[in-house]
C-alpha cells in the first residue's frame, strides 16, 4: 500500500517512517496520542501537521500491524 502523507526515506531519521515533507516521526504522533495528548493538542505541538497527517500516522500503524504476528 502506498502512503501519500508518509515518507520512508534512509536519508530523513535513518529511515524511519516519517510525516512527508518533515522530520516528524509517525511514532512520535503515535506516542503522544497513546499518552493521551490529543489531537488537537498534538497539532499545537507540531504546527507543520494536518489533521490529516495524524490519521495516516494512525492508518500507517494499522496497516503494517495487520501483517505482524504479536503474542504474548
Known sequence: M???RIEINPEIM?????I??????????????GAGMSSEATLL?????????IRAAQAFAAD?????????
Open 14 to 18: 535513518d529511515g524511519k517512517p516519517v
Open 64 to 72: 503494517y500491524l495487520v501483517d505482524e504476528d504479536i503474542t504474548e
Open 2 to 4: 502506498t502512503y501519500e
Open 45 to 53: 505541538d507540531h504546527p507543520r501537521l494536518t489533521q490529516d497527517d
Open 20 to 33: 512527508r515533507g518533515t522530520r516528524i516521526p509517525v511514532e512520535l504522533v503515535l506516542r503522544k496520542l
